[in-house]
């Protein structure tokens, strides 16, 4: 079990990494009307998409994989998943995975030169996903319901 833990830890990690700098090289490219340098920050987006999508994949797996271990690791225990805590978590989850998409559609905006958003809205938008990282933190370690 240390194992897939340890797996999960690194993959929320390494998911959260590309989900904080994604929307801040978003910030940067608005900002820019210099034709190379936005080609250079759309090449820099499309490959930090890769990594997101990888390490948004090795979070749901490992995810899957502790739930199971710890509803008792022969089948999902129905008393382990409707703790309240967790499912509020899994919800969270799930927004944060809507919210990786919208980047990448944001990103293909980008990349089609028709980004009609400011670089004030994207520093807006890049708080998300730290606002929902401590919601969660506070979800798992203190369970409050």
């Known amino acids: 079990m240390l194992i897939i833990k340890t797996l ?21 490219n608005a900002m820019l009307d210099n034709p190379e340098q936005k ?6 987006q499309a490959r930090l998409i890769k990594m997101m999508k990888f390490t948004g994949a090795g979070t ?38 809507a ?4 980047c990448i559609r944001l990103h293909k905006r980008f990349e089609r030169n028709e980004n009609d958003k400011s670089h004030v809205w994207y520093r807006w938008f890049n708080e998300v996903p730290a606002l929902m ?7 798992v370690v203190a369970r409050p319901f």
């Open 99 to 102: 919210y990786q998409d919208f």
């Open 133 to 139: 990282l401590l919601i969660i933190v506070y979800l």
């Open 60 to 97: 749901f797996i490992s995810a899957v994989a502790l739930v199971f271990i710890l509803s008792g690791g022969t089948s999902f225990s129905s008393a382990f998943l409707l703790q309240k805590w967790l499912i509020v978590k899994i919800v969270l989850v799930f927004l944060l995975y």
């Open 39 to 44: 080609q250079l920050l759309n090449g820099m």
């Open 8 to 28: 999960h830890i690194f993959f929320v990690i390494s998911w959260f990494a590309c989900l904080f700098y994604l929307p801040r090289l978003f910030v940067n």
